[in-house]
């Protein structure tokens, strides 16, 4: 993660394969979650970098996360990388 207005870099999240996909922030800025391509979604304190959680049941590459809205929970169903692989 960046500082919008100065560009220094102030989080870098670490996975095993180095590579996520897409990203999201809790609605409260205390959690980041990633879809990996290792067919995970980690989890990590936005403050510390410290992973929190990762859910390993995937079958795929995953594509997109979110968290909802309203409270700080990852949704229960997420999309997998292809039509009927969600979890």
């Known amino acids: 993660m960046w500082d919008t207005q100065t560009g220094q870099e102030l989080l870098s999240l670490k996975t095993r394969t180095g590579t996520f996909y897409c990203a999201a922030i809790s ?12 067919h995970t979604v980690k989890v990590w304190d936005a ?20 968290f909802s ?5 990852l949704p229960r169903r997420m999309e997998g990388s292809r039509p009927g692989m969600a979890r």
Not at 47 to 66: C, D, I, P, W, Y
Not at 69 to 73: I, R
């Open 47 to 66: 403050h510390t970098g410290e992973e929190v959680l990762a859910l390993k049941r995937h079958v795929n590459a995953v594509m997109s996360v979110a």
């Open 69 to 73: 809205a309203t409270a700080n929970a």
């Open 27 to 38: 609605a409260d800025g205390k959690h980041i979650a990633a879809g990996c391509w290792d």
